[in-house]
Every structure is written in structure tokens, then in C-alpha cells.
């Protein structure tokens, strides 16, 4: 098999004493290429280092997470803005609106997920959307910029059955990983309606490692267990489920 993490901090500290190793041990599962989301300035010297010592496998792309939006915000959209002219990038994120935690820049994350949406218009670029209690409002930004007009990923896909129809309609597809495998979620719904031709699978590592190694540190080869539960879910074969997404990825990313 040979599959794509579409959503992978694999730059963040927690993999410094052991990077390589973690490669390593994707690359033997059969994950042939890892897409790195930015989270904010202080992030993007990291990202692209490890871009530089795993070429062709770790792809930046750049953006402002949500939860870095703060008073600050236009400075460090100027910094992503930048680094798009400056640099080749696979997507734009990760980018969205957070309100699980606060409330107190609702506004500017709205303001600041709108200009990502224009810059992934304008470098033809997919969007990663991290949409954290903030869903609805999300679909509704979408709908006023216009759909049709960007595509991309709506990571860790967060909502009903009903909800991954509206954002398949919308152009999007939706990131399945780590997740799908709890008990009492809800993510195995929504990829039966999605359907696999609408996924694409991801880690969030080192975030939502799948079952067995739940509250563990997540790494890009425990995506062959998010493979195992959607051929479950989907009832179709673990290397159907590896190629279709395969394939979903390296067409929104045009790899």
C-alpha cells in the first residue's frame, strides 16, 4: 500500500529526540509523502527545515492556525503572505475558526480564515480548515465567498453525516484519521456518507493517534490502522481504501 498523511506536525519538538526514526518507520508502513500544516510564525523555521531533510516526502504549506490569531493577527498574515511569494507551498493552513476553548477572537479568526480563502483562491492553492465548535459558521464564511471558488480539506472532519454532504457540495474532502477508530465517534458516519472518493486520510500528528496507541504520540505510520477501520466502515478492502485516497490527495495537491 501507499498512502499520504495529509495533516502532520512531524516539525514540532516532540519529534526532535527521534525524527529520523519516525521516518523511517512511516516510510516502511508504505506512507510515501507527509503534508505539513504551519501553526504561526514561530513555526515555519522548523516546518521548513524538516522540508529541507526529508525532500520529496515532507511538503510545507503555510498558514495561520486559528488559535495563533490574537492581537497580532495582520502581522502574522503578512509573515504567511510573504513566505507564499518567497517559497513553493502544497496548501494553505492550517487555517479555520476555534472557539472550543475562547471566544475572544471570534472576530479576527473569521477575518483572518476569510484571507486564507482569498490567498488559496489567488495561488491556486487547496485550504486546510481546522473547524474546532465552529462548523456552522465556517460553512457559512464558505458560502459568502463563494463556493466553487477554493477546494481543499476539512481537517479532522468534526460533523454529521448530514454536515460532510454540505461540504462535499462545497468542494471539499473530508480528513479522516486517528479519530474514526473511538468508540461512540461519529466520524465513521460521516465517511459512510462521504463515501471514499471524498476522503483523505491524516494523522494530526503528534496529536489523535488511532486505537491501540490512543494518548500516545501519533506518527504517520499509524495511518495503516485508520485504513483498517475505514475498510471496515466502508466495507471495501484495506489497499482499495489506500489507493482511493491516495489518489484524492495527490490530485487536490497536484503531487
Same mark, same amino acid.
Given at each position: 500500500?501507499?498512502?499520504?498523511?495529509?495533516? &502532520?506536525?512531524?516539525?514540532?519538538?516532540? #519529534? +526532535?529526540?527521534?525524527? +529520523?526514526?519516525?521516518?523511517?518507520?512511516?516510510?516502511? =508502513?508504505?506512507?510515501?509523502?507527509?503534508?505539513?500544516? &504551519?501553526?504561526d510564525s514561530t513555526s515555519v523555521a522548523p516546518m521548513m527545515a524538516a522540508g529541507e531533510r526529508y525532500p520529496g516526502?515532507?511538503?510545507?504549506?503555510?498558514?495561520l492556525h486559528p488559535t495563533s490569531v490574537k492581537e &497580532?493577527?495582520?502581522?502574522?498574515? =503578512? *509573515?504567511?503572505?510573504? =513566505?507564499?511569494?518567497?517559497?513553493?507551498?502544497?496548501? *494553505?493552513?492550517?487555517t479555520g475558526i476555534d472557539l472550543y476553548h +475562547?471566544?475572544? #477572537?471570534?472576530?479576527?479568526?473569521? *477575518?483572518a480564515f476569510r484571507r486564507h480563502l482569498e490567498l488559496a483562491e489567488e495561488h491556486g492553492?487547496?485550504?486546510?480548515?481546522?473547524?474546532?465548535?465552529?462548523?456552522?459558521?465556517?460553512?457559512?464564511? *464558505?458560502?459568502? #465567498?463563494?463556493?466553487?471558488?477554493?477546494?481543499?480539506? #476539512?481537517h479532522a472532519f468534526p460533523g454529521t453525516a448530514e454536515e460532510a454532504i454540505t461540504v462535499i457540495k462545497l468542494g471539499f474532502m473530508l480528513g479522516i484519521g486517528g479519530v474514526v477508530t473511538f468508540k461512540n465517534g461519529r466520524q465513521a458516519e460521516a465517511a459512510i456518507a462521504a463515501g471514499v472518493n471524498n476522503i483523505v486520510l491524516e494523522t494530526d500528528a503528534p496529536y489523535l493517534a488511532?486505537?491501540?496507541?490512543?494518548?500516545?504520540?501519533n506518527e504517520s505510520a499509524y495511518l495503516v490502522h485508520v485504513t483498517d477501520k475505514l475498510s471496515e466502515v466502508l466495507a471495501i478492502t484495506p489497499v482499495e481504501v489506500a489507493d482511493r485516497t491516495t489518489e484524492n490527495a495527490m490530485r487536490l495537491f497536484r503531487l
Open positions: 500500500m501507499q498512502l499520504i498523511d495529509t495533516h &502532520n506536525h512531524i516539525y514540532l519538538p516532540g #519529534f +526532535d529526540g527521534d525524527r +529520523d526514526e519516525v521516518i523511517q518507520r512511516s516510510m516502511a =508502513a508504505g506512507v510515501r509523502r507527509i503534508m505539513m500544516p &504551519n501553526i516526502i515532507c511538503l510545507p504549506m503555510m498558514g &497580532n493577527y495582520r502581522d502574522e498574515l =503578512a *509573515i504567511v503572505e510573504t =513566505a507564499l511569494r518567497e517559497h513553493k507551498y502544497y496548501g *494553505i493552513g492550517e +475562547d471566544r475572544t #477572537f471570534v472576530k479576527e479568526q473569521t *477575518i492553492l487547496p485550504v486546510i480548515i481546522h473547524a474546532r465548535e465552529s462548523l456552522d459558521l465556517i460553512i457559512e464564511v *464558505i458560502r459568502s #465567498f463563494g463556493p466553487g471558488r477554493v477546494n481543499g480539506i #476539512f488511532p486505537v491501540p496507541y490512543r494518548g500516545k504520540r
